[in-house]
């Protein structure tokens, strides 16, 4: 993978000459942690590939300048070359090698697929359950945000519910003065009141108190005679207005 990535960026940079180039140290010179640029996916499959191993890339890269036989010349010259110069020598290790590979490659063939497929089931599986794991995370934080926000809306209520128990105290307290202002007013009011009263009180007890004096000292100022004559004198003008009323009555 690492070396079609190679050769694909190699293809690129050639086919733009020295300006592609040029852009591709400047983007390395610019390059930096905090960069903003999006990362691109991974692909979930590799690319094509010839005799399973060797990168479709690389005959793509020496098209131009090989033709079609080039990437297969360009091996079979390599491989001349590192036999006739005995950089590597056959030996038993090189069939053991070839027989190892033979069988790697049969089992590949054969049993890769089911292989593969199983793989992908387990990898479906696992990805299903940290799917599930992050949409139950995601439910709960998004349960978290809403509890967050209810809780603010709480918070902003208690404080209207703190000014109503402040308004309420107020008031009770208010209340209170009030009934104890009004408790004050009634007992003033009534040792006011006590106050007239017994001063009415004195006041009568001292007229009945002068006028029994005054009636007491007139009657023990009136001799007998006195009162004979002015009894004498009551009937004499009883009888006089008696004679007046008669001569009215016959006129």
């Not at 691109?40 to 399973?52: D, F, V």
């Not at 089911?114 to 995601?138: S, T």
């Not at 209520?157 to 107020?170: E, P, T, W, Y």
Request: net charge positive; with cysteine.
């Amino acid at each position: 993978m690492l070396s079609r990535i190679v050769f694909v960026s190699a293809n690129a940079v050639k086919s733009s000459g020295p300006l592609g180039a040029g852009l591709v140290q400047l983007s390395h010179l610019h390059t930096s942690p905090n960069s903003q640029a999006p990362v691109p996916a991974l692909p979930e499959k590799g690319g094509k590939t010839r005799h399973g191993i060797i990168p479709e890339e690389i005959f793509q890269l020496l098209y131009p300048k090989t033709g079609v036989t080039g990437p297969y010349m360009l091996g079979a010259g390599l491989l001349t070359y590192i036999l006739s110069k005995e950089i590597y020598i056959i030996n038993h290790e090189t069939f053991a090698a070839a027989c190892m590979g033979t069988v790697i490659i049969y089992g590949v063939r054969k049993f890769g697929p089911d292989v593969a497929a199983f793989a992908d089931k387990l990898n479906e599986e696992k990805v299903q359950k940290a799917q599930e794991v992050k949409d139950l995370a995601m439910t709960s934080l998004a349960q978290a945000v809403l509890d967050e926000k209810k809780e603010q809306w709480r918070a902003e209520g208690r404080q209207m519910l703190f000014d109503a128990k402040r308004n309420n105290v107020a008031m009770l307290l208010e209340t209170n003065r009030r009934e104890r202002v009004h408790m004050v007013t009634n007992d003033v009011k009534k040792r006011l009141d006590y106050q007239i009263a017994l001063q009415t009180l004195h006041r009568r007890m001292e007229q009945e108190h002068m006028v029994n004096w005054v009636e007491k000292n007139v009657v023990t100022s009136i001799t007998p005679q006195q009162e004979k004559t002015s009894i004498a004198k009551c009937i004499t003008d009883l009888k006089a207005l008696a004679k007046v009323q008669q001569a009215k009555a016959t006129a």
